[in-house]
């Protein structure tokens, strides 16, 4: 069965760094592409950054572009977000996400077909 399991989540105060993992099993991969979204308290879920299948194309949010930094090892069968200079708007729940679509970088969510259950990020101030 297709799984996602989101890691690295946690406390920190503004201007740290964190780097999220995510870990897959059950499909290929390789022939997938991965993406990073996240829900605020409050808030509609947004795209934060997406990767092809290789890590040689990839996607940012604006809000994120220059911050944070995707990367895969599909060897490991990992996804990465290494995300720098944190903010307190960037505290939301953050999810990974695959798109079968292997060379699609998509903003969508619509486009993702499979999901974790989420890692908490609370940046305070």
């Known amino acids: 069965q297709v799984q996602l399991v989101e890691s690295g989540g946690g406390l920190v105060q503004a201007g740290d760094s964190l780097r999220l993992a995510c870990a897959a099993s059950g499909f290929t991969f390789s022939a997938v592409a991965m993406a990073w979204f996240r829900r605020a308290p409050g808030k509609e879920p947004e795209f934060v950054s997406a990767a092809r299948y290789d890590g040689a194309k990839t996607n940012y949010a604006a809000s994120v572009k220059g911050r944070f930094t995707i990367s895969r090892d599909n060897d490991k069968k990992t996804v990465y977000l290494q995300m720098n200079s944190l903010k307190p708007e960037d505290t939301a729940v953050y999810f990974c996400?695959?798109?079968?679509?292997?060379?699609?970088?998509?903003?969508?969510?619509?486009?993702?077909?499979?999901w974790g259950k989420g890692t908490q990020v609370t940046v305070s101030s």
């Open positions: 996400a695959a798109d079968v679509i292997p060379t699609r970088t998509s903003s969508r969510r619509s486009d993702y077909n499979y």
